[in-house]
T-cell receptor, first 115, second 109 residues
Framework: ETGVTQTPRHLVMGMTNKKSLKCEQH?????MYWYKQSAKKPLELMFV???????ENNSVPSRFSPECPNSSHLFLHLHTLQPEDSALYLC??????????????FGSGTQLSVL | GQNIDQPTEMTATEGAIVQINCTYQ??????LFWYQQHAGEAPTFLSY??LDGLEEKGRFSSFLSRSKGYSYLLLKELQMKDSASYLC??????????WGAGTKLIIKP
């Protein structure tokens, strides 16, 4: 148990659907992250929030829309996705954003399949 | 560009020792991390190196040579539960984390 919970664990959606991924952390951290993990590829950072403000958006398509209502919750809203968006989406948190030696605490991810 | 290289897959025998290498070319260096990820589970932190040398933590050790842009993770007395992917990541001069694609370690009895 890492203290970071993601739901749902698995999601299958059509290209015209709208769905949301949810992440909750119980660690009192100030920074939260969304990563995309595709098979045999490095983790891709999508979004970073620090104290509920977005501090980074790594050229992610607008069909992915993040929301951080408070420092414990993070959402990723999905709409009109493409099959190449199928991947494992990982949420992570850390005490502060960008600190040198701070480790990330990850959730178990949502395995997304876009049909 | 920035790059982290690690072997895609390795196989080792239960009870043996295995070394997983990681080489990096990044814009600056502010530390190197190793994470373990079991299939279908969250990556979990294993080690952090910022100075040259070996850091030992139980059965796992991590080594860093900044001049060579090289690190390795050493796993001793391998157990079946060590079957997992091992991710190497470097924090660059902008404090961004640059990730390798991970090494899938298969342990055979």
């Amino acid at each position: 148990e890492t203290g970071v919970t993601q739901t749902p664990r698995h999601l299958v959606m059509g290209m015209t659907n709208k769905k949301s991924l949810k992440c909750e952390q119980h660690l009192g951290h100030n920074a939260m992250y969304w990563y995309k993990q595709s098979a045999k590829k490095p983790l891709e950072l999508m979004f970073v929030y620090s104290l509920e403000e977005r501090v980074e958006n790594n050229s992610v398509p607008s069909r992915f829309s993040p929301e951080c209502p408070n420092s414990s919750h993070l959402f990723l809203h999905l709409h009109t996705l493409q099959p190449e968006d199928s991947a494992l989406y990982l949420c992570a948190s850390s005490p502060q954003e960008g600190a040198t030696n701070e480790k990330l605490f990850f959730g178990s991810g949502t395995q997304l399949s876009v049909l | 560009g920035q790059n982290i290289d690690q072997p895609t897959e390795m196989t080792a025998t239960e009870g043996a020792i295995v070394q997983i290498n990681c080489t990096y070319q990044t814009s600056g260096f502010n530390g190197l991390f190793w994470y373990q990820q079991h299939a279908g589970e969250a990556p979990t932190f294993l080690s952090y190196n910022v100075l040259d040398g070996l850091e030992e933590k139980g059965r796992f050790s991590s080594f860093l040579s900044r001049s060579k842009g090289y690190s390795y993770l050493l796993l001793k007395e391998l157990q079946m539960k060590d079957s997992a992917s091992y991710l190497c990541a470097v924090r660059d001069s902008n404090y961004q984390l640059i990730w390798g694609a991970g090494t899938k370690l298969i342990i055979k009895p």
